[in-house]
């Protein structure tokens, strides 16, 4: 059972290691004009496998623009008007 939970371990630090990096250079992540774009972006498969995200906004003529990353519990929500920005956490589940 140790070595499973060792491996969840490691894939929820590669999860937060990896929003992190988002945090601090948005610039690197953050650029993307519709919906396909950020469907399409190469650091979504940086992710550990599991990992699931929705997205909204900016097709059809909408301004905003709303992702949200997560892994067990662990998420990234991206969010825009006029600027970027993000958030990261942990939902605590017990």
């Known amino acids: 059972m140790s070595n499973l939970i060792d491996f969840k371990q490691a894939q929820l630090k590669q ?22 774009d950020f ?7 940086d992710f550990p496998k599991g ?8 097709d059809d003529g909408a301004e905003h623009f709303y992702a949200k990353i997560e892994f067990y519990g662990h998420y990234l ?9 993000a958030e990261f956490g942990i939902i605590h589940t017990e």
């Not at 999860?15 to 919906?35: G, K, N, T, V």
């Not at 469907?39 to 498969?45: E, P, S």
């Open 15 to 36: 999860f937060d290691l990896l929003a992190l990096d988002i945090l601090a250079y948005p610039e690197r992540y953050l650029q993307f004009d519709s919906i396909a």
């Open 39 to 45: 469907c399409q972006a190469q650091w979504l498969d």
């Open 51 to 58: 990992t699931t995200w929705c997205s909204t906004g900016l």
């Open 77 to 85: 929500t991206i969010y825009s008007h006029e600027t970027y920005a």
